[in-house]
Nanobody
Framework: QVRVVELGGGLVQSGGSLNLSCAASAMIDIYVRGWYRQAPGEQRELVASINPAGRTNYAEAAKGRFTIARNSRTTAVTLQMNNLKPEDTAVYYC???????????WGQGTQVTVSA
């Protein structure tokens, strides 16, 4: 069974930076990799995604502050978050979608808390 393991997250002051990373436990053909977040009482939302060609897609709130990157030889994907704001506080989830089955593999989630 494929597992997605996330690293990073934590507590940071407003204006600070954090880096999140994740990787799948087995090599799979990837359709897209992405980071999502879910704040308390809110629905899970896309933050950023990247396809195997390196094409990226960002939520409006992430543009200019967050950068998603992938390792083309592995399943790893990272999210560099700069100039963090209190409204970025959420649980962040890594998602890897298989190109063979379109199955979504999710990480366990990592808490990001930005203090004012």
């Amino acid at each position: 069974q494929v597992r997605v393991v996330e690293l990073g997250g934590g507590l940071v002051q407003s204006g600070g930076s954090l880096n999140l990373s994740c990787a799948a436990s087995a090599m799979i053909d990837i359709y897209v990799r992405g980071w999502y977040r879910q704040a308390p009482g809110e629905q899970r939302e896309l933050v950023a995604s990247i396809n195997p060609a390196g094409r990226t897609n960002y939520a409006e709130a992430a543009k200019g502050r967050f950068t998603i990157a992938r390792n083309s030889r592995t399943t790893a994907v990272t999210l560099q978050m700069n100039n963090l704001k209190p409204e970025d506080t959420a649980v962040y989830y890594c998602n890897v979608r298989s190109s063979n089955t379109m199955h979504d593999y999710w990480g366990q989630g990592t808490q990001v808390t930005v203090s004012a």
